[in-house]
């Protein structure tokens, strides 16, 4: 799989975890996108498709657009290590998320809750573990 590959099939499974429409010509996901990032929407769909990577400068607005903080974007498409950003080998937040919300049944649109509130509970024990007990 090509970097591009990469990218474009986490990209996908964001996307749709937003609930962002990507599938049908009028579904709006990619015009979303691609107002998102001041992009057309054919270059949106390049980077769906896995035919080129956005530019840094586009990988801000693409986190928003799905929700995820831009280290989760990094780490989940393969840019760059947890390691190399100083972080635990932990899976991403998102990553979780989808997992557990496939393993519950949670639906699409609840996602991004069910993200946020595991990134809260991981903010909660890392402030904890370094309060003396």
């Keep these: ?25 009028r579904g709006g996901g990619r ?9 057309s929407r054919s270059t949106a769909g390049r980077w769906l498709d896995g035919s080129s990577i956005p530019s840094p400068e586009h990988f801000k607005a693409i986190a928003r657009t ?19 950003i100083g972080l635990p080998a932990t899976a991403p937040a998102t990553d979780i998320a989808a997992k557990l919300g496939q393993e519950w049944g949670v639906p699409s649109d609840r996602l991004p809750l069910l993200r946020a509130s595991i990134e809260a509970l991981a903010a909660g024990l890392a402030v904890t573990k370094d309060q003396p007990s």
């Design 1 to 25: 799989m090509t970097p591009a590959q990469r990218f474009a099939a986490w990209l996908t499974q964001a996307m749709r975890a937003a609930g962002l429409d990507i599938d049908s010509q």
């Design 31 to 39: 015009t979303a996108l691609a107002d998102a990032c001041d992009v």
């Design 66 to 84: 799905v929700g995820v903080s831009v280290i989760d974007l990094l780490v989940g498409t393969g840019i760059m290590d947890q390691s190399d």
